[in-house]
């Protein structure tokens, strides 16, 4: 790739990123409210700039809260990695269909539960092996994070082609498939590495 195509591609997304910011928040009622208050991350989707990469960082925050709860319970903490993972696309579909028609645009940038959602995906296979590895899986984390806002962001096949999903849907349909990208890769790359 060259340094005129990635800067290309690290200018579309920036235009992009603020473009889908939302001018209007048309509140209806307390499902509105709540709504709003779960798509954003509890209010993380609303910071001006990179809110998307502020909602995975949410989404590794709630990882590291599961790790540490569960240090020393791997199968306690890849079932609770994927309930929370489960609950949250599944609320966010709703939350994000909702947020939609009360920012009036479509995948609102305040919209993050998706990244949150994504995230927490990109640990699922990760999860038990990260409870044997001490102190290193702190390491892990940074490269979740990275890998799986590197598929967020450039969004390789067919990852774009979900945006086009209907509503809610179409929001967390393309971050669950980038969580798991970041799944896969994350876990070969634990996979290769030397044994602590």
Known sequence: MTEETESGIISRT??????KRARALNIQGPADALAVLLASGLGVGFIPFA???????????????LISAFKFKPDALLN????????TAAVGIWAAA???????????????IDEVCGQLISFALVAPYLVKVGSQWRWSLLAGLALFRL??????????????????LGVMADDILAG???????????FLMPAP
């Open 14 to 19: 920036l235009e992009e990123a603020q473009a």
């Open 51 to 65: 809110s998307g990469t502020f909602g995975s960082l949410l989404g590794v925050a709630i990882f590291y809260a």
């Open 80 to 87: 609770s990695v994927l309930v929370i993972s489960a609950v």
């Open 98 to 112: 909702r947020a939609e028609k009360v920012f009036e645009q479509k995948d609102a940038g305040q919209i993050v």
């Open 151 to 168: 598929f967020d962001i450039f969004k390789p096949y067919p990852l774009r082609r979900m945006e086009q999903l209907g509503a809610g």
């Open 180 to 190: 798991i990208y970041a799944a896969v890769v994350l876990s070969l790359i634990l």
